[in-house]
């Protein structure tokens, strides 16, 4: 028998104002109860990334802003750009930047809101939070991507059909499989960020910087410095990233791409969950 | 049961636990006292893991805390009543707990009629509750999982008397039923009604503990003289210290017969003489608070 089954259920609501005994101790009988199981952990975490009005939203605006990225592509796109590339290009952008948020706000949020006080005392593994909301982080970047795909299928369909010409998949499978890789990249790069910030303005300001602050300036010195130019494709995350966008990857792109992944991603990761394990929870 | 054995833990050049030892035994409730920033609050969070030692440990029931395999429903733990995302409503609070300790529903249910959260209140939005009412929302999460041991960090905060009132019952019970009650507070009054034993913690030194009953008695005696410098050298020849407490008053470290004696030998009338029940604690605890606590004059002239 379980722990769980053998708590009693005797409170009949109301009894509390007659300070009636909340619990009955001593029915479990000696033995420790069982360990909190990973799943249980991952799924209670999923559910704390939709339970408030702001992670609601939140979740609401990726299927939202793909449906209007689809709809102005219909709307303003002329007729020959009508192809599911375009499609693709137009609902890439709003998940590039609300996955990483999503990520990010799902660790900051207990050291902004203060509730990892309770987390962490009902989870005192904290490196099992974190992998639970990493991995729900992923499941949900994935299951996005997915829905966003299909709506911008849905919106080639119908877009198409209404222009009067054509569809046009000119995306291969491969190529969607390489958007989607891209796109839970960032994901990852917003959740480093938030575990190794432990502060939700903070990591996203940190996350527009680097995503859209630092490619123009890596650019510019790639243009002006040759010996950079040679060297970003293996320092430069967002370079070797945005190649995944272009099509299929050389053997020297993803190279490139898990060289740099080690090195902006993985490293400050390791960073970040050390410095959580360690550090006192305010 | 919880045993906290030679904590110490140190923020840089700072001691703000400094060898505390003590144990807080089921069937009773154990009031953890001092001033505020003496080290209740730390040494809470070393208990629950959230913070780690500098050396020693400390122990709910037998274990570290992080080693219990599902804590909420061995200790129920209550440190930070504001500490929740504002966003979440007072019922998804209490399922995320009951999700994460892998309780039935219902028992969020139990626990909202338990500490009197309406089902309309219960829908509200945390950042909307009174500082009352959170504390009522986080008593409701401690005790969710059934748990043995309860360590409750300040829940007497922001509770009007009746909620005081109410929660003394309630952690009474839960002592009266052979749990583990840990609760701290910076007001004596407020914890002397309520604890069977006590720990009073000051600068992060545990500067006396035992039987809330002993504590209280052994303060020796009161005594009021016309003649109270006489009446303090003759002590004082006898080896027996004592203080001014008044213009004719004064406090003697020994029983009301030794100080009888002494006086009638004396020569010195005495006007009064009786135990000095529960002023030794005050005493004390009012020299622990004098360094926190500055006279407004003080602040005037600085």
Known sequence: MTSTSSLPGTIVAGAARTAAPPVRLGSRTGTPPAAIPFARVARTELRKMFDTRSGFWLMASIALTALLATGAVIAFAPDRALTYSTFATAFGFPMAVVLPIIALLSVTGEWSQRSGLSTFTIVPHRGRVLLAKGLVSVAVGIVSMLLACVIGAAGNLVGTAIAGVDTVWDVSMGDLADIILANVLGLVLGFMLGVLLRSSAGAIVAYFVYSLVLPPLAGLLAASQGWFHDLQPWVDFNYAQSALFDGSLSTAQWEHLAVTAALWLVAPLVVGVRVVMRSEVQ | ?302
Do not use: C
């Open chain 2, 1 to 302: 049961m919880i045993e906290v054995e030679a904590l110490t833990k140190r923020y840089g050049t700072f001691t703000a636990v400094d060898d505390v030892t003590f144990r807080a035994e089921p069937g009773r409730v154990t009031g953890f006292l001092g001033p505020n920033g003496a080290g209740k609050s730390t040494t809470m969070r070393i208990l629950v893991g959230l913070a780690t030692p500098g050396a020693g440990s400390a122990k709910v029931l037998g274990r570290r805390f992080a080693d219990l395999p599902n804590p909420g429903l061995e200790a129920g733990v209550l440190l930070d009543a504001s500490a929740q995302h504002a966003g979440r409503t007072g019922r998804e609070v209490l399922t995320i707990a009951q999700r994460f300790m892998g309780l039935p529903p219902g028992r969020v249910e139990e626990m909202l009629a338990l500490v009197g959260l309406t089902p309309t209140e219960a829908g509200r939005r945390v950042r909307h509750y009174s500082l009352g009412m959170r504390q009522r929302l986080g008593i409701a999460a401690a005790l969710i999982g059934d748990p043995e041991v309860l360590v409750l960090d300040e829940p007497a905060n922001g509770l009007d008397p009746a909620g005081i009132r109410w929660m003394r019952d309630l952690l009474r019970g839960h002592a009266d039923r052979g749990g583990t009650v840990l609760l701290s507070s910076h007001l004596l009054h407020e914890i002397e009604v309520i604890a069977d034993d006590l720990v009073v913690i000051g600068n992060g030194r545990v500067v006396a503990q035992g039987a809330k009953s002993a504590l209280l008695q052994a303060a020796g005696s009161v005594v009021r003289t016309p003649e109270p410098e006489r009446l303090a050298l003759a002590l004082h020849t006898e080896g027996i210290a004592s203080s001014s407490t008044g213009p004719e008053a004064l406090r003697a470290e020994a029983e009301p017969d030794v100080v009888g004696r002494i006086a009638f030998a004396a020569g010195l009338p005495v006007l009064e003489l009786r135990p000095a029940d529960g002023a030794g604690l005050e005493e004390m605890f009012l020299e622990l608070t004098a360094d926190t606590q500055r006279d407004p004059r003080d602040e005037a002239a600085a």
